[in-house]
């Protein structure tokens, strides 16, 4: 059976991952700004408050995960009011050591694992566009193994480290999202694939994106009338049914262009198109630049990481 979730991580190629220990005690607050990487951490002591720009404050307790798919600016703080100090996080992920905020020398209130994760593919874009801004699991006595793993292996040099790693991520990924709430998640696949109609119309959709479907080909996968079916999709995944299927299909063909390196007719064939030139209109019109002009910047973005 086709698994939407896991064709989203694959897409991505979950690559490495950053992680180190961060605590907090007394009266303490940090303000991160917008990071871009999608970012994790799991509570392994203690509680502390959680301020995502744009979200409800959630209170983490031991053993909770949170999975940030974009990372935007949030707060990490105690329960005391205090004004937040900010923090840059392109330099707070070059430190090597733990992080310890707030008063020093006494028992930390909350000890914290946290980290981002890298992907070879450019279009990490891809985890916000289809994700809830801010995926919150509650006793992940699982994840928390998981980032216990990679945390460990990150601290060490052994042989086949990257390729455990990258396994590893793919794994943690796909168990938050599969333990993350479904039913009273924001709109995102998330929710979609939670509801069993829609997720029987999401799954066909990946099965075969080059299919020239319809809103009602799509609506009968899911026994559910045309109007119906587009109105609850809509509801629950955020996008009608004819927007996601485009965007699922442009994410495929920018892994195609990049990773593969096929040409436009190939592409095109792959996504459901008629033609070279009908595909490179739509792709154009959907990301903000010709297919050719993608691949090359992708190539260079490429290029210029292997030179690091």
């Known amino acids: 059976m086709t698994d939407p979730l896991s064709d989203v991580i694959s ?17 303490w607050g940090v303000r991160y700004s917008a990071y871009g990487h999608p970012s994790f951490c799991v509570v392994t002591d203690g509680a502390c408050l959680l301020q995502v720009e744009g979200a409800e404050p959630l209170r983490l307790e031991a053993g909770d995960f949170v999975f940030l798919p974009s990372t935007p600016a949030f707060v990490l703080s105690g329960f005391e009011v205090v004004e937040p100090h900010p923090i840059d996080p392109v330099s707070a992920a070059g430190r090597l050591e733990a992080l310890h905020h707030g008063t020093t020398g006494v028992e930390p209130d909350v000890r914290l694992l946290g980290g981002y994760f890298l992907f070879d593919s450019p279009d990490t874009a891809l985890l916000g566009a289809f994700l809830p801004k801010v995926i919150h699991v509650r ?147 959907h990301v903000g630049r010709p297919p050719k002009a993608y691949a090359r910047a992708a190539s260079l973005l490429s290029e210029m990481k292997t030179a690091l």
């Open 11 to 27: 897409l991505l190629r979950p690559a490495d991952v950053r992680a180190k220990a961060i605590s907090g005690a007394g009266t």
């Open 139 to 285: 006793s992940a006595e699982r994840l928390s193994v998981l980032v216990r793993l990679v945390r460990e292996e990150t601290l060490q040099s052994l042989a086949g480290r990257d390729l455990i790693l990258a396994r590893l991520v793919e794994v943690l990924l796909i168990e938050a999202l599969r333990a993350a709430p479904g039913d009273d998640a924001p709109a995102g696949l998330l929710r979609g694939l939670a509801d069993s109609r829609l997720a029987a119309s999401i799954r066909e959709i990946h099965r075969d994106p080059a299919r020239t479907w319809t809103v009602e080909q799509l609506a009968k996968t899911a026994a559910l009338s045309r109007s119906a079916y587009f109105q609850r999709f809509t509801r629950a995944v955020g996008l009608p049914p004819m927007e996601y299927l485009l965007a699922w299909r442009m994410a495929l063909a920018k892994d195609l262009l990049c990773r593969e390196r096929m040409v436009m007719e190939q592409v095109a064939e792959r996504v459901g198109y008629s033609s070279a030139s009908t595909f490179s209109t739509a792709f154009a019109r």
